[in-house]
């Protein structure tokens, strides 16, 4: 196995933890404080090797709430043969055995926790979604069976993102049209 050096600055840099009661597992604050910028070769292995499914599971939920989106808006293709729905179900059928067969080491063991839930509520929502699509769109008061278990999902994302380091989840309070705070001076 090659690794690509290019990327091992990037993950041991520390890792800031903003203030987030957790997620509930019992390892989280354990994983989160001072462990979270130190990893191990087997570790980094982990990353560098779930890296690549954790950015495609986080496309396929980004691409399921597009349709959520279009379906809000009133758009009437919105059905089962989307372009955004059918390579959302596609990514999430291949990633799902890769993140399954992936053996975590005992540092990793949290991240990968988020990462099967993240994508247990992803498989949910793209359950209901196909259940909820029709030839002429999907109706309003269906939506929000769909955007429940895509929440959790994202939160799942989120929270594994804080696991380890290299995992990165777009923070929108941290955009350029988010509220702005007037800067301290030095």
């Known amino acids: 196995m090659r690794i690509d050096h290019s990327l091992r600055p990037e993950l041991l840099r520390p890792h800031t933890i903003e203030q987030d009661p957790g997620c509930g597992c019992e390892d989280h604050p354990r994983f989160v404080g001072a462990l979270a910028d130190t ?6 292995r982990y990353v560098l090797k ?4 954790f950015e495609d599971l ?16 009133g758009a009437k293709t919105v059905t089962q043969d989307h372009p955004l729905f059918a390579s ?6 291949r990633v799902s055995d890769l993140i399954r067969s992936t053996q975590p080491d005992a540092r990793a063991v949290h991240h990968h926790r ?9 498989g949910l929502a793209m359950t209901r979604g ?24 994202y939160k799942h994302l989120a929270w594994a993102a804080k696991a ?23």
Request: negative net charge; hydrophobic residues 45%; charged residues 20%.
């Open 164 to 186: 380890l380091p290299g995992f990165e989840i777009v923070s929108f309070d941290q955009a350029c049209c988010a509220p702005q705070h007037s800067a301290t001076p030095h």
């Open 50 to 53: 779930t890296r690549p499914l």
């Open 130 to 153: 196909k259940e909820g699509m029709h030839l002429h769109g999907m109706e309003p008061e269906r939506i929000e069976p769909v955007l429940e278990p895509l929440q959790v999902a």
């Open 58 to 73: 986080r496309q396929a939920v980004g691409q399921v709430a597009g349709m959520l989106v279009l379906a809000a808006a």
């Open 39 to 44: 990893l191990d070769e087997r570790t980094i």
């Open 114 to 122: 988020h990462l099967l839930k993240a994508m247990e509520a992803l």
């Open 88 to 93: 959302a179900c596609e990514t999430l059928g």
